[in-house]
Nanobody, 128 residues
Framework: QVQLVESGGGLVQAGDSLRLSCAAS??????????MGWFRQAPGKEREFVAA????????SYADSVKGRFTISRDNAKNTMYLQMNSLKPEDTAVYYC???????????????????WGQGTQVTVSS
């Protein structure tokens, strides 16, 4: 039902910034109904929550490890979600995935199992 494609990853040094994008195939009106999130998975580790945003962009949630450094946003007219990553650290190195859930949750959900659609991921590597 929904195709998600991440972009914007790359190789950067500690302290640098990146902006990840997640483009959705759904129409703007349909996209606006999806709660969206970013997750990441480092080598040898489980996938972990990074950030999420409500359907209208009015509510967000962040993992403690990225608070104050990352900002999640969405542009429903462009069917795109973003993750602005500032002050990157080597521990941010991971494959970053965007995800969407069609369920109209009343709260921000941070559990990966509650998301229905996933992108293929984009690699972010931060050197020290």
């Amino acid at each position: 039902q929904v195709q998600l494609v991440e972009s914007g990853g790359g190789l950067v040094q500690a302290g640098d910034s990146l902006r990840l994008s997640c483009a959705a195939s759904a129409s703007g009106r349909t996209f606006s109904s999806y709660q969206m999130g970013w997750f990441r998975q480092a080598p040898g580790k489980e996938r972990e929550f990074v950030a999420a945003i409500s359907w209208n962009g009015d509510n967000t949630s962040y993992a403690d490890s990225v608070k104050g450094r990352f900002t999640i946003s969405r542009d429903n007219a462009k069917n795109t979600m973003y993750l602005q990553m500032n002050s990157l650290k080597p521990e941010d190195t991971a494959v970053y995935y965007c995800a969407a859930t069609l369920t109209l949750y009343r709260i921000i959900v941070t559990t990966s199992n509650l998301y229905d659609y996933w992108g293929q991921g984009t690699q972010v590597t931060v050197s020290s």
